[in-house]
């Protein structure tokens, strides 16, 4: 929506009828503005108008990331299941023969 304005090499410029050139040419480009202008202005004036963001009472600033929110759920669920005892009696360990759990312990 950006109103460009002509190159306009002064130098160059030897008749009258150059100059009238150039000033119609930014004569258009002030009135492209001007129009441009106005566009904007009525844009600000339907978005002054329109409502607001919403704002809920009781949640003041409490902007809480999604990595923290999973941090509280599996910091609270190990309190609340008990950890890994309770994990690991749901899982079907296979038992082991005691001489393999003595040759396991004594590897270094």
């Not at 090499?9 to 002030?30: F, G, H, N, R």
């Not at 202008?37 to 600000?44: D, F, G, I, S, T």
């Not at 108008?49 to 990331?65: C, E, T, Y």
Request: no cysteine.
């Amino acid at each position: 929506m950006s109103v460009k304005l002509p190159d306009i090499d002064i130098d160059a410029v030897t008749s009258l009828e150059e100059a009238k050139e150039i000033i119609s040419q930014l004569l258009d480009s002030l009135g492209q503005q001007q129009k441009e202008l106005a566009e904007l202005r009525q844009e600000v004036a339907r978005l002054k108008q329109q409502p607001k963001k919403p704002h809920f009472s009781g949640q003041q600033n409490q902007s809480i990331s999604a990595t923290k929110l999973l941090e509280k759920k599996r910091s609270t669920g190990r309190k609340q299941n008990g950890g890994l005892s309770k994990l690991t009696s749901m899982l079907r360990f296979p038992k082991l023969p005691p001489a393999f759990v003595a040759q396991l312990s004594l590897k270094p």
